[in-house]
C-alpha cells in the first residue's frame, strides 16, 4: 500500500474535523488480547520528555507523530473525500491538537491476526497513526487524547535502533556455527524451502552471490505489474516491503539487515562465502529501518504484521528500544500465534528490559555470548532474557557482495531465528510455542562461566544439535488454582470443597493427562480424588474439567495449611508429583451489638467489628496476643465492664480499620464507661488487675476515651488517630483522652512506655480531678497539637522519662483551682518543631507550679520575627510559679526560654518560682528570662550556667525591672562558671587539632558537660552541607574520662581543602539520656599545591625474624615504592595472628626497620608483623604481613593483597 494514497492518508483541514457524527461502517476487526497495562503502559511514558532511553526516563520519539487505539465505540471511517468521527469529543480534540493526517498503522489483510489471552481486548484494527502540526507537543497530545473516555491508549511513536556492533576485523572461522554444534544440527535438517524467515530491518543486498537465491517469492504476485495482485494493499510485494519509503525496494541502507540475513539462511555448498543456520529456508525481507539507523515502532509493527500475514514462520528483530509499546506488543503478540519471533537484546550492558525482545509472552529474547561462552561485554542481560548465542565477531555477508564480522546481539539473534527456522522445517506440525520451548529447553548451561549473570543469560547457550536430536518432553506445573470458584482461596473449616487446578505445560505437547489429588492431612477426606486434562500444548494452560472434591473437617484450626500432593501422568511414561498447599479460612468473624457473657477473641480469627460492642457491666471481654480487630467505619468497642487486651510477651494486639486504604478517623473509637472496672496496681504502679490495654496498636480512628476510668495502658501505640474530646468539645481532640471533671474518684491512671504517632491532634489530653496521673517512658512524635494537654483540679501528675518531638506543642498545664496537688515533670527529653507562634512551646503553664527538673529542652525554633517574647521555651502565665532545676536549654531560637505573662497585659503578682542549676547555652534567642508582671516580687535565678561569665553578657539576657519599671528584679547571682554536671549532658566544648589541617592525622576531642555512658561511642562525623555527614570519625576512638571522647582521623588527598562543620549526635549520658546532635563545631583543610595522587601506595614486604637469645624479642626490616608519589611514613603492629595487633598496637615510624625485646612472647610459637605505608596523598596501603617464631632465627614474608595503581 502506499501511503500517499488518499484512500488511507487524509490532510485534515480543521473545518473538517470539526464535527462528523455520520453511524460507521464496521471495519473487520479481530481483537488482540494483550492486557490493560498497554493503555497504562502507554500513560506513564506519555509523561517523560524526549531524548535518549537506556532508563526509559527519555525515550527517542519520531517528530510529530502519536498512535492512538480507540475503544470500540469510537470508529474513525476514511474515504477519499472527508473523515467521519463517530465521537463528538474525539472530533473537537483532534481539532485541538492540530491534527494534520490520520491512517491505520494495520491494513485490513494484516488485521486478521489474532491473539487469544486471558487478558482485555484490544481491536488492532483500531488503532491509527496520527500527524500532528508541527508546532503541537508530542507528550502534551499523548496526554491529552489519553484522558480521552473513548481513547484505549495514546503514546509516541518510539524510535528502535538496530543493535549490532561492526568490526573491521575479518574473522575467517565461522566459528558460532560450531559453537552452536550447527554440523550436528545439519545431518538431521537443513531447512526447508517452505519455511519462511522474515528479516524485519534494515533491507538486503539482493544481489548478493551468498543470498541471491534466498529470498522468499510472494506467490500471490505478480512481478513487476504494477498491480496488487493478492490484494494485501501492497503493490508488487514480490519478496517483502519496504516500510519506511512504502514501496518494494528492499535494497540495504545501512548493511545491517544484509549481515542479519547472513548468518540466518547465507547458502551453503556453493563454494563461496559462508554458511547460514538454516540455508535451506528462505528469507523474506522486511525493510523498517531508516538510513539513519532507527526505526519507528509503528513501521516495525506494521512488518510484523506483514510477515505474519504473509506466513512467515519465523520473524527476526534484531533492533528495539528500551519505551514498551502498547502498538507493538499488540503487532508481536498477534504474530507470535503462527510465527516464532526472535529479538536481540540489545548492547548496553544494561538489565533493563528491551523491546521488543523483553515481551516475554511473545518473543525469544537472545543476550550475545562469546566462543568462551562468556557473556559479551556490551551485551544486556536480564531475567527477561530466554537464551543466548555467539554474539561476538561473527563472519557474515555485507552489503555489495562482500564478507565481514560484526557483533552484537543483532547477530546473536539470527542463530536462534535460523534454528527455529531448523525446528519448523523438522516438525511441521509444531506450533510456534513449541519451537520457543524447545530451543529454550535444550540450551548448554553457561551459568557456570558467569557467575555475575546468573539467572540473566535465559537457559544458557544454543544447542542446534540437540535441540534436533533430543525429544520434546512434557513439563508440566501448577500455575493456578481455585476453592469453590475462588482463585487462590481459602476455605472454612467444616466446610467442602470443589477444587479446580490450572496446569501450565512449559515445553512437549502433553497428550492424555490426568491427576491424582492425594493428601495425609488428619483434617482432610477425599472424595474425589482424580481429573483428565486431556491435551496439553507448549505454554498453554488448562483447567481440570471435573473438580477435586474433598472435605475439611470442623476440628481443622483457622489459617491452617492443609498439603496435598498431585501425581501427573502423561503419555509416554510421563509422570511427575507436585505439591499443593491450600490454607483454611483466616477466621474472619463479623461481631457487633452486646457482648452478655465473659468473652474471649482469639488470634486465629481477625474480627470484624460491623456494629458497636457493648461489653456490659459484670462482663471481660479478653483479647488474646496476636488478635486483629478491624472496625467498619463509625463503630466503636464500648466497655462498661472489664476490657483485658493484655499481649504482654506475645504479638501485639491491633485495632485498626477495615478500610484497604484508611485515613485517621476511619473507625470511631474504644471507649470507656464511667462503670468500666479501673486497673488495680501494686505499690510500684505495676497491673495486677482489672481493664488493660498492653502490647497493642491503635491506629486510624479516633483513639481512646475514658470517661472517669482508668485503665493500665502499657506499650500501645496511638498511630494516625483523628482524636477524640467526648463530653468537652471545647479540649483539643487527642488520641487519648480522659474525662473526669466534678468527680472524685480516686486510683492512679498510669501510661507507660507507648508511642502517640503522626496523631492529627494531641497525643494525651485530660480534664480531671482527684486521681493520680503518671505517664512514663512513652514517646509523643509528629503530633498535630500537643503532646499532653492537662487541666486539672487536686489531681497530682508525674511525667517523667518521655521522649518529646516535634509536635504542634509539647505540655500545656492549666491547674483549674488553687488545689493542683504535686506536679513532677522529670527526665523528659522536649524537642521543638518551628512554629510562629506558642504551637512551639516545650512547656506552656496556666496557673500551674509544677516541678521540673532534670529535663532537655532542645530546637524550639520560632519565626521570632512574627512573634514576641512569648515564643518561648517554657511559658509561666497567671501566676503559675514553676521550680526549675536541673534542667538543660540548648540549641533553641527564641525571643525567650523563660516567659511571665508575656501575651500584653502584666497579670497579676504572685510567687515566681525557683530557677536554679539550669544549662541555658548555645540558643539563639533574645533572652533568657522576660517578666511581665507588675509585681515587686524578684525571681532567684542562682547558681545557672549561661555559657558566659561575663555578667554585662548574662543582663543582656535578662529582661526585667532595669528593662521595664513594672516587673520585679532576676537576681542571678552567682552564677556557675561551668556547665552544671546534674543536668543532662550537651557536648560543651571541641578542641580539633591541628586546625588548619594538611595531610596528617587530625585529633577529635569533645567535652561533654555531664558524665556519660562510655559503653556508648558518639556518632561524629564531618562534612560540607548538612547533615555533614560525607566522613566518619572512629579511628582510635576512646573515651578518655566520663566527660572527655577522643578520636583521630587521617586527612588525605581524598579529602577536598576547604571548611568543614563537624556533627556529633548518638551520645548518650550516664543518666540515660541522649544528647542532642551538635552542629557548631568545624575545622579547615588546607594543603598547599595540588595532590594529584589519590591511589593508596603497595603493601609493603615485610622481612621478620626472632633473635637466638633474646628471648620474647623481634627484629624486622620492610620496603615498598610508590610510583606516584614518595612514601612519607609506615606504622606497624605485632600480633598472634595476621592482621591482630595483640602484642604492640599501631605504633607510627619513618623507619623501616624495627627491634623489640621483652614482648611476653611464647618460645617456638609464630608471631607476625604487620606494616601499612603512606604515600603524600596520605593514604595508606593495605597490611605488609612478616611471620617468625619466637626465640629462632626464621623470617616469612606473606603478600596480602596486591594494590594495583
Not at 501528675?797 to 488545689?819: D, K, M, Q, Y
Not at 587539632?993 to 564531618?1022: H, K, L, R, Y
Not at 586527612?1051 to 571548611?1059: A, D, F, K, R
Request: net charge negative; charged share 15%.
Amino acid at each position: 500500500m502506499n501511503k500517499s494514497n488518499g484512500l488511507f492518508k487524509l490532510v485534515v483541514s480543521l473545518s473538517m474535523l470539526a464535527v462528523f457524527l455520520a453511524t460507521l461502517q464496521p471495519i473487520p476487526r479481530v481483537q488482540a488480547e494483550i492486557g490493560q497495562s498497554l493503555a497504562d503502559d502507554a500513560l506513564k511514558s506519555a509523561s517523560i520528555d524526549s531524548g535518549k532511553n537506556i532508563d526509559n526516563q527519555h525515550p527517542e520519539i519520531a517528530p510529530g507523530v502519536v498512535l492512538i487505539a480507540l475503544k470500540p465505540e469510537a470508529k474513525l471511517q476514511m474515504n477519499r473525500q472527508d473523515l467521519q468521527i463517530g465521537d463528538n469529543s474525539l472530533a473537537s480534540l483532534f481539532s485541538g491538537l492540530g491534527v494534520q493526517g490520520i491512517e491505520p498503522v494495520f491494513q485490513e489483510s494484516e488485521r486478521s491476526l489474532s491473539v487469544s489471552s486471558a487478558n482485555t481486548v484490544l481491536d488492532i484494527s483500531n488503532i491509527y497513526r496520527l500527524q500532528l502540526a508541527p508546532s503541537v507537543d508530542v507528550f502534551h497530545a499523548v496526554r491529552e487524547l489519553s484522558a480521552n473516555p473513548v481513547v484505549a491508549f495514546a503514546e509516541p511513536d518510539y524510535l528502535a535502533e538496530i543493535i549490532a556492533i561492526p568490526d573491521d576485523l575479518h574473522f575467517s572461522e565461522q566459528w558460532g556455527l560450531t559453537q552452536i554444534n550447527a554440523p550436528a544440527a545439519w545431518d538431521v535438517v537443513t531447512g526447508s524451502e517452505d519455511v519462511v524467515i522474515a528479516v524485519v530491518d534494515s533491507g538486503s543486498d539482493a544481489s548478493h552471490a551468498d543470498l541471491a537465491s534466498q529470498y522468499w517469492t510472494n506467490p500471490g504476485e505478480i512481478i513487476s505489474n504494477g498491480l496488487d495482485d493478492d490484494n494485501n494493499g501492497y503493490i508488487d510485494d514480490i519478496q517483502g516491503w519496504n516500510f519506511v519509503d512504502n514501496d518494494a525496494d528492499l535494497s540495504d541502507n545501512t548493511g545491517h539487515g544484509t549481515q542479519v540475513a547472513g548468518v540466518i539462511a547465507a547458502s551453503t555448498n556453493n563454494g563461496v562465502g559462508v554458511a547460514g543456520v538454516c540455508w535451506d529456508c528462505k528469507l523474506m525481507i522486511i525493510k523498517v529501518v531508516q538510513s539513519g539507523g532507527v526505526a519507528n515502532y509503528s513501521d516495525i509493527a506494521s512488518g510484523v504484521l506483514y510477515a505474519a500475514q504473509k506466513g512467515a514462520d519465523v520473524i527476526n528483530l534484531s533492533l528495539g528500544g528500551y519505551s514498551d509499546s502498547a502498538t507493538l506488543k499488540a503487532a508481536i503478540a498477534a504474530a507470535s500465534q503462527t510465527a516464532v519471533v526472535v529479538g536481540g537484546a540489545g548492547n548496553d550492558t544494561s538489565s533493563n528490559a528491551f523491546y521488543p525482545a523483553a515481551y516475554d509472552d511473545y518473543v525469544l529474547a537472545v543476550a550475545g555470548t562469546t566462543s568462551l561462552d562468556k557473556k559479551v561485554d556490551t551485551s544486556n542481560f536480564g531475567t527477561w532474557v530466554d537464551v543466548s548465542a555467539p554474539g561476538e565477531l561473527i563472519s557474515t555477508t555485507f552489503n555489495g557482495g562482500s564478507y565481514g564480522s560484526a557483533s552484537g546481539t543483532s547477530m546473536a539473534a539470527p542463530f536462534v531465528a535460523g534454528l527455529a527456522g531448523l525446528l519448523r522445517s523438522q516438525h511441521q506440525d509444531w506450533l510456534p510455542n513449541q519451537v520457543r520451548a524447545h530451543i529454550i529447553h535444550t540450551t548448554d548451561s553457561i551459568e557456570g562461566l558467569n557467575p555475575d549473570y546468573a539467572g540473566s543469560l535465559g537457559s544458557g547457550r544454543i544447542n542446534a544439535g540437540q535441540a534436533v536430536t533430543m525429544p520434546a518432553q512434557p513439563e508440566l506445573s501448577i500455575s493456578g488454582y481455585t476453592v469453590n470458584g475462588i482463585t487462590a482461596g481459602t476455605t472454612a473449616p467444616g466446610s467442602a470443597v470443589n477444587l479446580m487446578v490450572t496446569l501450565r505445560n512449559n515445553w512437549g505437547t502433553a497428550t492424555n493427562v490426568s491427576a491424582t489429588l492425594s493428601s495425609v492431612d488428619p483434617y482432610v477426606t477425599i472424595d474425589n480424588n482424580t481429573a483428565a486434562f486431556d491435551t496439553i500444548n507448549a505454554y498453554a494452560v488448562q483447567q481440570n474439567p471435573a473438580a477435586f472434591v474433598f472435605s475439611v473437617s470442623d476440628t481443622a484450626p483457622y489459617a491452617y495449611t492443609m498439603q496435598f500432593l498431585l501425581t501427573i501422568v502423561a503419555d509416554g511414561g510421563f509422570q511427575v508429583v507436585l505439591p499443593l498447599d491450600i490454607n483454611t479460612q483466616s477466621g474472619t468473624m463479623d461481631v457487633g451489638g452486646p457482648i452478655g457473657s465473659n468473652t474471649t477473641w482469639t488470634n486465629d480469627k481477625t474480627y470484624h467489628v460491623i456494629d458497636n460492642i457493648l461489653v456490659g457491666e459484670g462482663i471481660t471481654l479478653t483479647i488474646a496476643p496476636g488478635t486483629v480487630v478491624r472496625f467498619a467505619a463509625g463503630k466503636s468497642l464500648l466497655i462498661s465492664g472489664t476490657l483485658i487486651a493484655d499481649a504482654l510477651g506475645g504479638e501485639e494486639i491491633i485495632f485498626t480499620s477495615d478500610q484497604q486504604n484508611p485515613l485517621p478517623g476511619s473507625w470511631k473509637l474504644i471507649k470507656f464507661a464511667e462503670t468500666a472496672v479501673d486497673a488495680t496496681l501494686d505499690l510500684d504502679n505495676e497491673y495486677l488487675s482489672g481493664s488493660i490495654i498492653r502490647n497493642a496498636r491503635i491506629e486510624y480512628g479516633e483513639g481512646v476515651a475514658l470517661m472517669v476510668a482508668m485503665p493500665y495502658i502499657s506499650n500501645v501505640t496511638f498511630f494516625r488517630n483523628k482524636g477524640n474530646n467526648e463530653g468537652e468539645t471545647s479540649f483539643p481532640k487527642s488520641a487519648l483522652w480522659r474525662r473526669a471533671w466534678l468527680n472524685s474518684r480516686s486510683g492512679t491512671l498510669v501510661v507507660r512506655d507507648s508511642l502517640f504517632l503522626e496523631n492529627e491532634g494531641a497525643g494525651f489530653a485530660m480534664y480531671q480531678q482527684a486521681a493520680n496521673t503518671i505517664v512514663t517512658g512513652s514517646k509523643f512524635i509528629d503530633n498535630g497539637s500537643y503532646s499532653f494537654y492537662f487541666a486539672i483540679d487536686n489531681s497530682p501528675v508525674e511525667i517523667t522519662a518521655n521522649h518529646i518531638s516535634g509536635n504542634g506543642a509539647g505540655l500545656f498545664l492549666e491547674t483549674v483551682t488553687s488545689s493542683t496537688g504535686d506536679i513532677l515533670i522529670q527526665d523528659n527529653i522536649f524537642l521543638g518543631k518551628n512554629g510562629p507562634d506558642h504551637s512551639g512551646n516545650g512547656i506552656w503553664l496556666d496557673t500551674a507550679s509544677p516541678t521540673i527538673n532534670h529535663n532537655l529542652f532542645a530546637y524550639h525554633n520560632f519565626d521570632v520575627g512574627s512573634c514576641d517574647e512569648s515564643c518561648a521555651v517554657i511559658y509561666a502565665h497567671d501566676q503559675a510559679a514553676p521550680t526549675v532545676t536541673r534542667n538543660t536549654f540548648v540549641y533553641n531560637n527564641s525571643n525567650s526560654l523563660i516567659c511571665f505573662n508575656c501575651t500584653g497585659d502584666y497579670g497579676l503578682a504572685g510567687p515566681m518560682g525557683v530557677y536554679q542549676n539550669n544549662n541555658w547555652v548555645n540558643n539563639t534567642l533574645s533572652y533568657v528570662f522576660v517578666r511581665r508582671v507588675s509585681s515587686a516580687s524578684d525571681i532567684t535565678a542562682t547558681n545557672n550556667y549561661w555559657g558566659t561569665t561575663n555578667p554585662v553578657h548574662i543582663n543582656q539576657l535578662i529582661f526585667d525591672y532595669f528593662d521595664d519599671a513594672n516587673p520585679g528584679v532576676v537576681f542571678y547571682q552567682p552564677f556557675l562558671t561551668s556547665p552544671e554536671p546534674t543536668a543532662p549532658a550537651y557536648l560543651s566544648n571541641a578542641v580539633i587539632t591541628p586546625s588548619p589541617v594538611g595531610i596528617e592525622q587530625v585529633t577529635f576531642e569533645f567535652t561533654f558537660s555531664a558524665p556519660m555512658d562510655q559503653s556508648i561511642n558518639p556518632t561524629v562525623t564531618f562534612g560540607t552541607v548538612s547533615p555533614f555527614t560525607s566522613y566518619i570519625v572512629s579511628d582510635n576512638a576512646q573515651w578518655l574520662t566520663e566527660f572527655v571522647w577522643q578520636a583521630t582521623f587521617d586527612i588525605t588527598s581524598l579529602v577536598p581543602v576547604g571548611t568543614y562543620t563537624v556533627s556529633v549526635g548518638d551520645a548518650k549520658g550516664a543518666d540515660g539520656m541522649t544528647v542532642p546532635i551538635d552542629t557548631l563545631f568545624g575545622f579547615t583543610v588546607g594543603y598547599g599545591g595540588t595532590i594529584t595522587d589519590q591511589t593508596p601506595p603497595p603493601a609493603p614486604r615485610v622481612w621478620a625474624s626472632g633473635i637466638t637469645g633474646v628471648p620474647s624479642s623481634v627484629e624486622a626490616t620492610w620496603h615498598t615504592n610508590d610510583p606516584d608519589s614518595e612514601i612519607t611514613g609506615y606504622r606497624y603492629a605485632i600480633g598472634s595472628a595476621p592482621g591482630a595487633a595483640d602484642i604492640v598496637n599501631w605504633t607510627s615510624t619513618t623507619s623501616t626497620t624495627l627491634m623489640k625485646s621483652s614482648l611476653g612472647l611464647v618460645e617456638g610459637r609464630q608471631y607476625w608483623v604487620i606494616v601499612q605505608a603512606r604515600n603524600v596523598g596520605g593514604l595508606w596501603s593495605a597490611s605488609g604481613y612478616g611471620g617468625f617464631v619466637a626465640g629462632e632465627e626464621t623470617s616469612y614474608t606473606i603478600f596480602l593483597p596486591l594494590l594495583l595503581k
